[in-house]
């Protein structure tokens, strides 16, 4: 009996170790804080840095200059001539009934097509890149008809266009398209002394394959010819007189979005219009309207330059070289802050340039004889470079800037209990500047900030008397991660950044050289949960 | 449903924790199952084993490791002041199921032995800071290099199925048993760092240097299942026993026992990554405050960070299976009934310090036999066990800890364990 109890207990007691095997050992985590220190980024940055390296460039006193060269406006060949859809119909009826064999001549006709071209312009000879030429046959008789069409006015490789087409008979158009690239025009006419002319020339036969049967009065052959989208080459001739306007536009500087001055002063600035003039004809232009746009603040300033009212542009000459064939001329019109008002117009801190004006063609009339010339893909450009010496003075710059970010997925925040981003910062730059991080959802609310107002500027480098710099000074700047704030940073969609950069007493004004930097050490301190899955 | 199950392992781990405060058991066991067949005789036994210790990881910090929970600063603490220049730690976990069984013809002289085993062998040598690395993170070794040479962490798990035979008349009375196995590989983490290895960390947060002298090998990743084939391999156990008269006593026994003999071949799916390099990181390096997106924490990825500062290479190799050597000399005194027991343990290439104890035993009537145990060495320092042995003529049970001082100090001890075998006797 006393065995049967052991024997009892000691099934038990193993059932016991089993279950507890089971249930103790399995799907338990054996985890611990640690304290885990390491470097993230660093980097030495300059003011390139944060506006794009190619706005600016250094000069012989090693003085940065925000530079750079914006296209405020293009005009193609198609803007100064083209070749105008052109459609003609012609008819070709049997004046009376006959009987007519296969292959009998039925009709020919020889003409020519004058293009209406606006302007009095007068062109002699073109080169076709691309165009169509349309044609809707309609064959009334009873039998097959052979349409020939002849262009001599237009040949590739010295053969002429030529259509050769069977049109079955019956009431039902046909429409064929026939390519037209590439085909050199004389547009000189029959004679060759007329100017938007070709000549071209129809053939109708009865079909070889057609029955003898008759053509009865009224019958015939309609035939609907289109010119279309016919887009030149290159094009010869006289242009004519034309005024083309220049529609007002803006053109994005998008350096300065987020950027807002506090009594901003520039000692100097210029502006350098360049209107580089690809096509052989004199031009005369005028921008009249040229103005600084903050959207920002919502400011404009106009530019008010009397260089700008009349602008005299030579033609370009041809280079003979096919693939280069132009030399092109360049106008150049300096707009600086003794011949205009360009001081305020860059104070303003323009996000767009706006601009409006027209160019007059051939303004003295056909001085060339007749030969002008444009070729495709080349026009009249206008570029405003723009240079402005970084001398200025100023109380304070905000900028403010939108990150997209996602820390959704970091797995390694989920196991931070809490921790520091320290941000070490060697100031070579002659202002102070207070920075904030703001944590946004996607509705663009504030969750959270990360620096602490107390603890969130980098003091400005040492300077003497001239505001130069004599030395860097470092500041150390600290994000706190408390649990709140890493939650947040996980909910976040966007991160604004925001800094104020203050000037020191002026004057004298900053300069702002190109050996000016601000190096940034960024490390984290995190207490982190190790988790060990059994 | 659930508050039952919550009651059941509470009830459970009760009853296991108050019965080993009882001292309720008996022998030790050294992952070998011919050393039991004097107690057995022929039968079918189901046998599990677990043991784990450290040189200065208390037992309370190993129930957390291994059991699960939060390993508080106290407890990591009292680690790191008993710490050595260099440590050890380690635990394995076995189980099995096997049968001895005899033909008609020879049932006096040969046993036939099949088992099912699986093993779970973890341990690691490694340098104090590398504890502290692991156990409180870099930040309080700033400023100084932490070392890190031959610092190595290895984990292995395989299933076997054995077959052996014990030859019970060997000279009339001695006993030589003999098996192999068949070897299936689950799971194969090594981590060897090199004479060179040690990570600084600048005091300023600023910098780190990693000399990165280190080879890791794994076995597949993909397959985690126990029964998932990752390696295939062999291995032999070897046993000898033989009574013998001596001075000291009125007899003794003499028995070697050597198992784990062996050889993994891992498959071809297998990685291993290696590297002896000086890796400096003093951070991403950005050209405007813009790059600080979630971009560049994504590249502080710890997976593409090994992989990029790693050769790695996919392939089959072999690795030795840590072999495990038991000799064990008992002497009967008197009546027979009360014996004393001197042992020597090693495991070989698994960070293990010789162990050496001793066993006094007292057999109280045919079915009772206690058995303490004191040793030193292994994975742990001191030991401390108690087991209890049971029997009847059909059934045969024993349990019992060579490490209770961790159950009962776990905040002052380095050794927890128990092992349990159940026996159905054959006729």
């Known amino acids: 009996m006393l065995h049967k109890k052991i024997l009892w207990f000691i099934h038990i007691l193993i059932a016991g170790i089993f279950f507890f095997l089971i249930s103790c050992k399995k799907n338990q985590l054996a985890y611990w804080d640690v304290d885990l220190v390491s470097p993230i980024a660093r980097g030495t940055l300059n003011i390139k840095n944060f506006f794009g390296d190619s706005l600016f460039q250094s000069d012989n006193a090693h003085i940065l200059h925000l530079k750079f060269s914006k296209k405020v406006s293009d005009f193609k060949i198609d803007t100064l001539v083209n070749l105008p859809d052109t459609t003609i119909n012609y008819n070709f009826i049997a004046l009376f009934t006959a009987t007519v064999a296969p292959n009998t001549l039925l009709f020919y006709k020889a003409e020519e097509i004058n293009f209406q071209i606006p302007n009095d312009a007068r062109l002699r000879y073109g080169i076709v890149k691309e165009g169509k030429l349309k044609v809707e046959y309609t064959n009334t008789t009873r039998q097959p008809l052979l349409f020939q069409y002849e262009l001599p006015s237009a040949t590739k490789n010295s053969s002429p266009f030529y259509i050769t087409e069977i049109i079955p008979p019956g009431n039902t158009p046909t429409v064929k398209y026939y390519s037209f690239n590439d085909y050199e025009l004389n547009l000189t006419g029959q004679s060759g002394n007329t100017f938007n002319t070709i000549v071209h020339s129809f053939t109708v036969y009865t079909a070889p394959n057609a029955q003898p049967d008759s053509v009865i009065f009224g019958q015939g052959i309609t035939a609907k010819i289109s010119y279309e989208k016919i887009i030149p080459q290159y094009i010869e001739g006289y242009f004519g007189q034309q005024e083309i306007n220049i529609p007002y536009d803006s053109a994005a500087i998008g350096f300065s979005k987020t950027l807002e001055v506090s009594n901003f002063q520039i000692n100097s600035a210029s502006i350098n219009f360049h209107l580089v003039n690809d ?64 001081k305020p117009f860059i104070e303003n801190l323009p996000e767009y340039l706006g601009y409006k004006g027209k160019i007059k063609i051939n303004p003295n009339g056909n001085l060339s004889a007749t ?13 405003a470079d723009i240079d402005v010496p970084l001398i200025f003075r100023a109380n304070y710059f905000k900028l403010q800037d939108l990150l997209d970010i996602d820390f959704k997925n970091v797995s390694q925040l989920n196991n931070v209990n809490e921790g520091r981003v320290i941000f070490n910062i060697s100031n070579n730059y002659p202002f102070k500047v207070k920075l904030q991080a703001y944590l946004l959802d996607e509705n663009n609310n504030t969750l959270d900030s990360l620096l602490l107002p107390s603890n969130n500027s980098i003091e400005m480098a040492y300077v003497n008397s001239n505001n130069d710099i004599i030395a860097p000074r470092n500041s150390q700047l600290i994000a706190y991660l408390s649990k709140n704030t890493i939650d947040n940073l996980k909910k976040s969609k966007k991160i604004k950044l925001v800094s104020y950069s203050y000037l020191p007493p002026s004057p004298p004004d900053i300069a702002i050289y190109d050996s000016y930097y601000l190096d940034v050490v960024i490390s984290v301190d995190v207490n982190y949960r190790t988790i060990v899955n059994n | 449903m659930k508050n039952f199950f919550n009651t059941t392992k ?7 924790f108050f019965l080993i405060i009882l001292q309720s058991n008996v022998f030790s ?4 199952e011919f050393n039991f067949y004097q107690y057995t005789g022929n039968a079918v036994s189901l046998k599990a084993e677990f043991d784990a210790g450290s040189n200065h990881i208390d037992a309370a910090m190993v129930n957390q490791l291994f ?12 680690a790191l002041k008993k710490s050595l220049a260099y440590n050890r730690a380690g635990a394995y976990f076995n189980y099995n199921l096997h049968t001895f069984f005899s033909d008609r013809k020879h049932p006096d002289k040969i046993s036939y032995f099949i088992a099912a085993k699986q093993q779970y062998l973890v341990h690691a040598g490694y340098t104090r800071q590398f504890y502290q690395l692991l156990f409180y993170g870099n930040k309080p070794l700033a400023g100084t290099t932490a070392n890190l040479a031959n610092t190595n962490i290895n984990t292995i798990t395989f299933n076997e ?12 009375s001695a006993k030589i048993g003999i098996s192999l196995s068949a ?18 960390t600048s005091s300023s947060y600023d910098e780190i240097v990693f000399n990165s002298n280190f080879n890791v090998t794994i076995s597949d990743t993909s397959q985690k299942k126990w029964y998932e084939l990752n390696g295939i391999g062999a291995s032999a156990d070897i046993y000898f026993e033989t009574p013998y008269k001596s001075k000291l006593g009125k007899m003794s026994i003499l028995s070697v026992n050597i198992n784990n003999f062996g050889f993994i071949h891992w498959l071809r799916n297998s990685v291993k990554y290696s590297t002896d390099s000086v890796l400096k990181f003093n951070g991403y390096h950005i050209n405007s405050i813009y790059d600080l997106k979630d971009s560049t924490l994504n590249k502080i990825n710890a997976d593409s960070t090994f992989k990029q500062i790693t050769n790695a290479r996919k392939g089959a190799f072999n690795t030795n299976i840590p072999t495990n050597l038991i000799l064990y000399n008992k002497v009967f005194f008197g009546n027979m009934k009360f014996s004393l027991g001197f042992g020597f343990r090693y495991i070989f290439n698994a960070n293990y310090k010789p162990y050496v104890f001793t066993e006094p035993a007292y057999q109280w009537d045919s079915h009772f036999q206690t058995n303490f145990h004191i040793g030193y060495g292994g994975y742990s320092l001191f030991n401390v066990g108690f087991s209890i042995m049971y029997q009847t003529s059909n059934w045969h049970f024993y349990i019992g800890s060579n490490n209770l001082q961790g159950w009962i100090l776990p905040k002052v001890s380095y050794g927890q364990g128990f092992f349990f075998m159940i026996s159905k006797k054959l006729k």
């Open chain 1, 279 to 342: 096509f052989g004809v004199d031009i005369q232009g005028q921008l009249d309207t040229v103005k600084s746009i903050n959207t920002t603040n919502g400011t404009s300033v106009l530019l008010n330059a009397p260089p700008l009212n009349i602008i005299n542009i030579n033609r370009a000459t041809k280079t003979g070289n096919w693939a280069n064939p132009v030399n092109s001329t360049t106008t150049t019109v300096n707009i600086n802050t003794n011949n205009s008002n360009l």
């Open chain 2, 29 to 32: 066991q050294y992952n070998s």
């Open chain 2, 67 to 78: 059991f699960g929970g939060f390993i508080d600063k106290e407890m990591k603490d009292r």
């Open chain 2, 183 to 200: 070897i299936q590989g689950n799971r194969l983490i090594y981590f060897a760092f090199g004479k060179n290895s040690s990570l600084f």
């Open chain 2, 161 to 172: 199925l054995k077959f052996g035979m014990l030859f019970k008349k060997v000279d009339s």
């Open chain 2, 10 to 16: 509470i009830f459970y781990c009760f009853l296991f």
């Open chain 1, 371 to 383: 030969n002008d010339f444009a070729y495709y893909n080349t026009g009249i450009r206008i570029f």
